[in-house]
């Protein structure tokens, strides 16, 4: 990387308004193979397109996740669901709603890991990280669907947890969110209903069938809606309760369900 080629980068980011122009132009002189692709590159992230889709992959849990356009970019806050199941140990995990299938592909120690999503553009991405994850799993799968009519029936009552980072924007909301997300990131993957908490309903009313005795649902949810998501399991019949990160700035809402 030449200081000429970071500087000119770093200036024309700054002038587009990115608040990271530095550390943005250092991933994308490092990404690129050419000036001729510096330049390509460039002009798609100051016309507003997200870095990630940019340079073809985000940085979550210490590894690079590849991601696309018209797929959900995983946040960071999302890395405090990934602590939340790792703290938990399970051996076959669901991440539902997976996107690029960062998630489920962040928790170690996994025997079996299964992902759906039914958005197609996501289902590809997922598979595409999950083959590029060299058997670290050793058993995966990615489904699609819409939640969990994309499973198979024989894994019912089979999952030690549930992971799921569904929309919980409110519909409303959408139009108030970073330019780069309401235009370049799918909306199936931002809009949680009217209150925002439509999905979660959803996921919780189904998740005791999919779950082993003593298997657990975490849901990623937000400041405004924790409760509204707690509310929601406990009336799926888990005894649940809410976890919080403020490095982070993460909300994540744990149910579990009894020994049966």
Avoid at 185 to 195: F, K, M, N, R, V
Wanted: some cysteine; overall charge negative; glycine content about 10%.
């Amino acid at each position: 990387m030449s200081e000429l080629e970071y500087d000119e980068v770093v200036t024309s980011l700054r002038a587009a308004g990115c608040v990271f122009a530095e550390e943005e132009a250092g991933i994308l002189v490092e990404s690129a193979s050419t000036p001729a692709k510096l330049q390509e590159m460039l002009t798609r992230r100051v016309a507003g397109e997200p870095l990630e889709h940019v340079v073809g992959w985000v940085s979550f849990c210490g590894r690079r996740i590849a991601v696309e356009p018209g797929v959900f970019v995983p946040r960071r806050r999302t890395e405090f669901l990934v602590e939340c199941a790792a703290a938990l140990r399970p051996s076959v995990l669901l991440d539902l709603c997976c996107g690029s299938g960062a998630i489920g592909l962040s928790v170690e120690g996994l025997t079996e890991l299964h992902a759906a999503d039914i958005d197609a553009a996501a289902v590809a991405c997922a598979r595409r990280n999950l083959d590029a994850d060299g058997g670290a799993v050793p058993v995966g799968h990615v489904h699609r669907g819409d939640l969990y009519d994309a499973l198979p029936p024989e894994l019912h009552g089979r999952f030690d947890a549930i992971v799921v980072n569904a929309p919980y924007v409110p519909t409303g909301d959408i139009g108030l969110m970073p330019r780069e997300a309401r235009i370049h990131e799918p909306h199936i993957a931002l809009d949680g209903g009217t209150d925002g908490a439509g999905i979660h309903r959803r996921v919780a009313v189904g998740a005791p069938e999919w779950l082993a005795p003593g298997g657990h649902l975490l849901v990623e949810t937000s400041a405004a809606l924790m409760h509204s998501t707690l509310q929601t399991v406990v009336e799926a019949g888990f005894a649940a309760s809410i976890s919080e990160s403020e490095m982070f700035d993460a909300v994540v809402v744990i149910g579990s369900i009894g020994q049966q």
